[in-house]
């Protein structure tokens, strides 16, 4: 069965760097594009960030553009997203989700892992 | 970016009771519109895409319909294990969005 796994959360200060990954089992991984999806706590749902099949693009909010990376590797069927310049407003679990559709993303989201929380603070 | 409006935010319901959510988008979608199930403390689960297609292993109480900006989710006999906050999502347009959430609760 499809899985996903993040880790890598944790307490950050402020302008601090984090990196968090998402391993994926029980698909063909290297077809499939991957996103995140952040929730502050208390709060709704907000896409992050998506990397194509062969991570040969990344496309971000705009809230986090230049300052969060997205990357892949396909050996390891593993995503991972580099947080830097944290600010307090990225404190939310951090989930990566599976694009419904192989290779041109759908932006349609079918299987989610089970969260990792961020908590940006001093 | 497109808006979505759930409602209403929040509900109360009996077990057995026929529930409906309304998802209502800014401009027209088609048919890409999804909706998640959401538990306390765990992640969210898909439902419903392409606006009334169940996602496998999805209890046939759930059902979804509508197009272009007007959309429900129908939940035909709440069963214990559906009081949940439910999402809508658009993908229609770049980038996807997401309603603000429908509570269910026990009445």
């Known amino acids: 069965q499809v899985q996903l796994a993040e880790s890598g959360g944790g307490v950050v200060q402020p302008g601090r760097s984090l990196e968090l990954s998402c391993a994926a089992s029980?698909?063909?991984?290297?077809?499939?594009?991957i996103h995140w999806v952040r929730q502050a706590p208390g709060k709704g749902l907000e896409w992050v960030a998506f990397i194509s099949y062969d991570g040969s693009n990344g496309y971000y909010a705009d809230f986090v553009k230049g300052r969060f990376t997205i990357s892949r590797d396909n050996s390891k069927n593993t995503i991972y997203l580099q947080l830097n310049s944290l600010r307090g407003e990225d404190t939310a679990v951090y989930y990566c989700?599976?694009?419904?559709?192989?290779?041109?993303?759908?932006?349609?989201?079918?299987?989610w892992g089970q969260g990792t929380l961020v908590t940006v603070s001093s | 970016d497109i808006q979505m409006t759930q409602s209403p935010s929040s509900l109360s319901a009996s077990v057995g009771d026929r529930v409906t959510i309304t998802c209502r988008a800014s401009?027209?979608?088609?048919?890409?519109l999804a909706w998640f199930q959401q538990k306390p403390g765990k992640a969210p689960k898909s439902l419903i895409y392409?606006?009334?297609s169940v996602q496998s292993e999805v209890p046939s109480r759930f059902s979804g319909s509508g197009s272009g900006t007007d959309f429900t989710l129908t939940i035909s006999s709440l069963q214990p294990e559906d009081f949940a906050t439910y999402y809508c999502?658009?993908?229609?347009?770049?980038?996807?969005?997401f309603g603000g959430g429908t509570k269910v609760e026990i009445k």
């Open positions: 989700a599976k694009d419904r559709i192989t290779l041109a993303p759908l932006y349609s989201f079918d299987y």
């Open positions: 029980g698909f063909t991984f290297s077809t499939y594009g």
């Open positions: 401009q027209g979608i088609s048919n890409y």
């Open positions: 392409a606006a009334s």
């Open positions: 999502q658009q993908y229609d347009s770049y980038p996807p969005t």
